[in-house]
């Protein structure tokens, strides 16, 4: 069986990397974190005290970082594809910059090394219950060879293109997913200051044509749906800085395309300025916040 290495195992990367303990592969694992590698290590995993001793004689290494900065630290800066084996494949799943992703692909390949970009969507309930959404950018080939590994953790694999392409889309997707979340939370703040129940509203819309994955997967009033972060304080989940950055990332898009979006921008700044208000870390369906009059 295929040795795999793990890095990044933050509420996202944890729950992905343990589903494949529990397919059975064997794992060494890296994180910062020494109880998000506890964790793991308690599963079955092999912990590792750093990157390059994860991905030592590793036929598949798999990372989940926050950000570009952080991927390219670790790939180019830090120099791991000269501890990884020629003929490897990674599955780089960080949202990052498309620009990111390309020039740490053609690092990779100068070094013999095949890799695709594979951001996700479906949230910490999507990682933990192995139902991710996996949009890969790269070779088909090297797609057909990591598909095994995406299948115990994602139920939905889709091939963009070429390297970059995966995060390109899953920027699309992540600025529509805050500007829904932002204008459903703007709209259930509406019908409750007219006196409607939250529960019955959002029923109403998750039946009616303003439905939308936030209406009936992630209701961002509070104790509408156990499950959501909103009835947990709005704790775990996708944090409000996380989405910020995604929105950035597609600001940064729309800049070097000369694309107009105008409503991205208007959902960005509102996080911007939520962050800024001390919620960074919170879900980023607190957004709601902003609409409540007696929140802080």
Not at 121 to 141: H, Q, R, W
Not at 163 to 181: D, F, H, P, R
Not at 182 to 198: H, I, K, M, Y
Request: aromatic share 6%.
């Amino acid at each position: 069986m295929s040795q795999i290495a793990f890095i990044g195992l933050g509420h996202m990367g944890g729950p992905m990397a343990m589903n494949l303990v529990k397919a059975g592969y064997n794992l060494k694992v890296f994180d910062l974190v020494p109880e998000a590698v506890k964790k793991l290590t308690d599963a079955g995993a092999q912990a590792s005290s750093s990157a390059s001793e994860a991905v030592d004689n590793a036929d598949v290494i798999i990372s989940m970082l926050p950000a570009s900065k952080h991927v390219e630290g670790l790939y180019l800066t830090d120099n791991l594809f000269d501890s990884i084996k020629e003929g490897s494949l990674v599955i780089e799943c960080s949202t990052i910059a498309a620009e990111s992703a390309i020039k740490v692909a053609n690092a990779a390949k100068a070094k013999g090394i095949r890799i695709i970009d594979a951001p996700v969507s479906g949230g910490t309930g999507g990682a933990i219950a192995g139902t991710l959404t996996f949009i890969v950018g790269g070779s088909s080939d090297d797609l057909s060879t990591a598909t095994p590994y995406l299948e115990h953790m994602g139920s939905n694999i889709f091939h963009a293109g070429d390297n970059g392409a995966g995060q390109v889309a899953k920027i699309c997707n992540n600025m529509l997913l805050g500007i829904l979340m932002a204008g459903t939370a703007e709209a259930l703040a509406l019908g409750v200051a007219n006196g409607l129940d939250p529960h019955v509203l959002s029923d109403i819309i998750s039946k009616s044509s303003g439905r939308n994955w936030a209406t009936e997967l992630y209701n961002p009033w509070p104790g509408v749906m156990q499950q959501a972060p909103a009835s947990k304080n709005y704790e775990g989940g996708f944090g409000v800085d996380l989405m910020l950055k995604d929105l950035g990332l597609a600001a940064d898009s729309a800049l070097k395309s000369n694309s107009s979006t105008p409503l991205g921008e208007l959902a960005r700044n509102m996080y911007s300025i939520h962050s800024r208000n001390g919620h960074g870390l919170l879900d980023f369906s607190s957004i709601l916040k902003m609409y409540r009059k007696l929140d802080s």
